[in-house]
């Protein structure tokens, strides 16, 4: 079937191609030896190079809906023998309705060739192969290679020329996940029928991968130009898939590449082998990876994207309060053309809309100055995180009539005020909030913003803001609308009452996420805020109806009380996330450690890692965590140090610039007496760990 589609493409376009004359190939192939010399009885690492031009690509093992995958067969001496080609991790390619899985650029594929025991030391050996590859652009070309490599027998010795690019191909090719797979076919409602493949992982869920794109081994299993829904389910990621015409026939076994990508750009394949299981229910994001639109969005889209996901956003749990708060104190207007109502609902849209350019301009600043910062970047700090669950807890209590300061809109004195400044500053506030959120649209737009021009980002944060203040928009274009709300009433102090609930588990969840980034001991400092907080606002509470000397004094205290919270929160400043349980028993990386441990004369191996790291994940599970590996360790007497990475540290960003990185992974193997260390391949391998330990 593949060969008829490649021949019906070719059929299709070939007059065109072929009344051009270009006869120049398409593809530059040629074999590339990682050895200098190969041993007899050892065995030749070999690449097949592909340098595809530029807009044209070839295909791998399953070429995806139509096309042909590259294919080589070789020409050997009696008892060389060729091993199957090791494939590179593909791209999702669009092409028309269709889905391509395969490369661009430039491609190695590697194959391991078996030196027979009789080769002669001094001897210089040809291999010759043919490759067969099909490219396409708009048009598909089959083309072929004649290839020949020289191999000398000899000592075996690594060719340093090409190391860093064998190392390169290696760090592509798919390793086996360490986590346990499984995979479900059901069905998905109005979507129709959904196949979904689960992770059991963790690891996975703190980690966050921002995509997740599954390639199939064998044609039909999925339907390719389909959407790809990466979620979350409590104990690790489900990726939602289209099932194709042949899904029926998975019977066992659902064979193929899963790939992961982190929030700092980096890349982990996962060579996967499901069984049917269950899949538990998982949170979908609204994004999609690697569907057929994905790569062709638009400015006009990511502007549209963005104001329907503001419009959205609206709903979202963190936002709702505000709103349902605003529209208390609007309702209080009694309906009707009220000019107020007009003033309100303007000056709230242009609190959040510049809210919103502030916050885009501050990303993209930080972005274009090196960090790797995204929406809610602002969360990744402990104390911001801790002083707004204080802010939210503090609303709340408002709410609940713990104590009256003010209007209940907002949870603080300026947003308090009436008219169009406390209205304005209702719109910024309502912006802080909703921004750990992400509603449906917003993702693939914010993703598509920071790739663009400062300009093109800030059109799209612009329309994000005007969707978000939409509703109240229209009530300042149409105040007659507030005459839908019921006239103000007792029904007004119960809804505030039940208002506070929602700021207490917005609350509750902050909590949760400094827990994340401070430990137990940063939870512990937020909590005992909260106490004081409340006993704060209690005390000032009660003293309001006090003479003059006792509401002062009331004051004197609440405000030492809070002061003693707010102390509390600054303790958190640089606060950092609780290492992770290490594979092996570590120690904490510091300049000072590394340089004594060195100067003592013991082995050292150092890891540069980070929470969020999904290679670094794999690595630990597959390599680390085994017990030949903790067994290697504690023999050699290897202090292994851990640099975690999570939060900024600059001196191990230190480390990475003098080893020539800039991110995580980074391993490190210092010999006693040694004067550099051997960096490992970003993927690990058992053998390799052992065999640079000397073990």
């Given amino acids: 079937m593949k060969y008829f589609a490649a021949a019906l493409l070719f059929l299709t376009f070939a007059a065109p191609a072929l009344a051009q004359e270009d006869r120049t190939p398409h593809v530059l192939a040629r074999l590339v030896a990682e050895q200098a010399s190969t041993k007899p009885g050892g065995t030749l690492t070999v690449a097949l190079e592909q340098v595809i031009r530029a807009g044209w690509h070839t295909y791998w093992i399953n070429p995806g809906d139509v096309g042909q995958a590259t294919s080589i067969e070789w020409a050997l001496p009696a008892g060389w023998k060729a091993g199957e080609l090791q494939w590179a991790t593909p791209k999702r390619l669009p092409v028309g309705p269709f889905m391509d899985y395969g490369y661009e650029g430039k491609v190695w594929l590697l194959t391991n060739v078996a030196v027979p025991e009789g080769a002669k030391a001094g001897e210089t050996i040809a291999l010759k192969a043919t490759a067969h590859f ?23 010795a690594a060719d340093p020329s090409v190391a860093k690019d064998f190392a390169a191909a290696r760090a592509a090719l798919p390793v086996a996940s360490p986590w346990k797979l499984t995979y479900s076919i059901g069905s998905g409602g109005a979507l129709g029928k959904t196949l979904d493949l689960y992770a059991a992982a963790p690891a996975l869920v703190a980690a966050h991968p921002v995509e997740a794109v599954f390639f199939p081994l064998k044609p039909g299993m999925i339907k390719s130009p389909a959407p790809q829904r990466m979620g979350f389910a409590k104990d690790g990621l489900v990726l939602r898939l289209t099932p194709g015409d042949k899904a ?71 936002v709702l309060p505000i709103l349902a708060m605003k529209a208390l104190a609007l309702a209080g207007h009694g309906g009707g053309g009220n000019s107020e109502a007009r003033k309100e609902g303007f000056a709230y849209a242009a609190g959040a809309v510049l809210s919103f350019l502030v916050f885009g301009l501050v990303i993209v600043a930080l972005r274009q100055g090196g960090s790797a910062v995204g929406w809610g970047f602002q969360l990744q700090e402990p104390m911001a995180v801790a002083g707004f669950a204080l802010l939210i807890f503090a609303v709340g209590l408002n709410l609940s009539g713990v104590f009256e300061f003010g209007s209940v809109t907002v949870g603080d004195n300026l947003a308090s005020r009436s008219g169009a400044v406390g209205a304005f500053f209702t719109g910024v506030l309502a912006v802080a909030v909703a921004a750990p959120c992400t509603a ?173 790291c999904i290679t670094c994940l794999v690595n630990e599970q597959a390599v680390l965590s085994r017990q030949t590996v903790k067994d290697a360790f504690n023999k050699r007497h290897v202090v292994y140090l851990v640099a975690d990475w999570t939060n900024r540290d600059a001196a191990i960003t230190r480390l990475l610039e003098t080893n020539g990185r800039d991110g995580v992974p980074l391993y490190l193997y210092y010999a006693p007496g040694a004067d550099k260390p051997v960096i490992l391949p970003q993927i690990l391998t058992e053998a390799g760990v052992l065999s640079v330990i000397g073990s």
């Fill in 248 to 318: 029926a026939a998975i019977g066992g076994m659902l064979d193929g590449v899963l790939v992961l990508k982190s929030s700092d750009g980096s890349v982990q394949a996962l060579t996967v082998a499901a069984p049917p299981g269950p899949v538990p229910d998982a949170s979908f994001s609204s994004a999609t990876q690697g569907s057929a639109t994905e790569g062709g969005i638009t400015l006009l889209l990511a502007i549209a994207f963005a104001f329907v996901g503001g419009l959205i956003l609206n709903a979202m749990p963190c």
């Fill in 440 to 612: 449906p649209f917003m993702a693939a737009a914010l993703g598509f913003a920071l790739t663009q021009s400062t300009v093109s980002a800030l059109l799209i944060f612009t329309s994000l803001g005007l969707g978000f203040a939409l509703p109240f928009m229209i009530l300042g274009i149409w105040p007659r609308a507030l005459s839908f709300l019921p006239r103000p009433g007792p029904w007004m102090l119960r809804l505030k009452q039940f208002l506070a609930f929602p700021m207490y588990g917005a609350a509750a969840w902050l909590t949760w996420v400094l827990a994340q980034e401070a430990g137990a001991n940063g939870v512990a400092v937020l909590l005992a805020a909260f106490v004081a907080l409340a006993l704060a606002a209690w005390l000032w509470g009660v003293t309001r109806e006090m003479s003059g000397r006792g509401r002062g004094v009331g004051a004197i205290i609440a405000l030492a009380i809070l002061i003693v919270a707010l102390y509390g929160l600054s303790t958190l400043a640089g606060a950092t996330a609780p290492v992770q349980a290490a594979a092996i028993s570590s120690e904490k990386f510091t300049d000072e450690k590394l340089a004594s441990l060195r100067a003592s004369g013991k082995p050292v191996f150092l890891d540069a890692t980070a929470a969020w």
């Fill in 134 to 156: 099909l490219v396409c652009e708009q048009i598909c070309i089959p083309e072929d290679a004649s290839l020949t490599l020289p191999v000398k027998i000899g000592d075996g």
